[in-house]
């Protein structure tokens, strides 16, 4: 069984900045594309940003500026740079791996870290 563990989340003020990293660990011969989301209460869960194995990135409207994802192929490890952060970043945030299963891909979640903006 393949398993994500996210780590860094917790309680931050209006403006300041977050580190969130996932580690992959278990059966893995290869990692395709990296991304986290985040859920709001009351709300589905949404695109935060994504990585392809080759570095490309993308980003939602809302954290473009903001937010920067990034990995170390090394150690199967995603990394999110919150900046500048706003109440409205505030949700339960999941790290995804799209991992090579022969000639497929199969995705893994992470079991979530909660990241709460407030003074």
């Known amino acids: 069984q393949v398993q994500l563990v996210e780590s860094g989340g917790g309680l931050v003020q209006p403006g300041g900045s977050l580190r969130l990293s996932c580690a992959a660990s278990?059966?893995?011969?290869?990692?395709?594309?990296m991304g986290w989301y985040r859920q709001a209460p009351g709300k589905q869960r949404e695109l935060v940003a994504t990585?392809?194995?080759?570095?490309?990135?993308n980003y939602a409207d809302s954290v473009k500026g903001r937010f920067t994802i990034s990995r170390d192929n090394a150690k199967n490890t995603v990394y999110l740079q919150m900046n500048s952060l706003k109440a409205e970043d505030t949700a339960v945030y999941y790290c995804?791996?799209?991992?090579?299963?022969?000639?497929?891909?199969?995705?893994?979640w992470g079991q979530g870290t909660q990241v709460t903006v407030s003074s």
């Open positions: 990585i392809t194995s080759g570095g490309s990135t």
């Open positions: 995804k791996a799209d991992l090579v299963e022969g000639r497929y891909e199969r995705a893994y």
């Open positions: 278990g059966s893995i011969f290869s990692i395709n594309a």
